[in-house]
């Protein structure tokens, strides 16, 4: 590896630190608001649904809906519907996912 990729990774791992360390500086050990720990309780599901999103629908340079985007849509509905289990939503999933792509 170059010595720039080792200064990103560096420079990433500062600023991490920094972002992470910012919030209790900021607090002082006093308590969050209601509002607040409502917005930062409902932050990690909705990065989860955006990288899933991005995931399930980028091709690398452009939006693309192929076999993998199905999949995700049937393993998100088997969840939603049947209220059947994480497992099994993601079996579903990667079954359908390789049964079309296996067909194409």
């Known amino acids: 590896m170059t010595a720039t990729i080792w200064w ?8 991490t630190a920094l ?9 002082g050990g006093r308590e969050l ?3 607040v720990g409502g917005v930062i309780v409902l932050m990690a599901p909705a990065l989860l ?4 999103v991005s995931s399930a629908l980028a091709n690398g340079e452009h939006l ?9 849509a049937a393993g998100a509905a088997v969840l939603v ?3 059947a ?3 099994t939503s ?3 999933a990667a079954t359908l996912t390789a049964a079309l792509r296996l067909l194409v």
Do not use: E, N
């Open 90 to 92: 993601v079996l579903v």
């Open 81 to 83: 519907l049947t209220r």
């Open 64 to 72: 693309h809906v192929g076999a993998d985007t199905v999949g995700v």
């Open 49 to 52: 649904a955006a990288l899933v």
């Open 8 to 15: 990103t990774i560096a420079g990433c791992t500062v600023v």
């Open 85 to 87: 289990g994480v497992l």
């Open 19 to 27: 972002i992470k360390a910012f919030g209790p500086v900021v607090m």
């Open 33 to 35: 608001p209601a509002r």
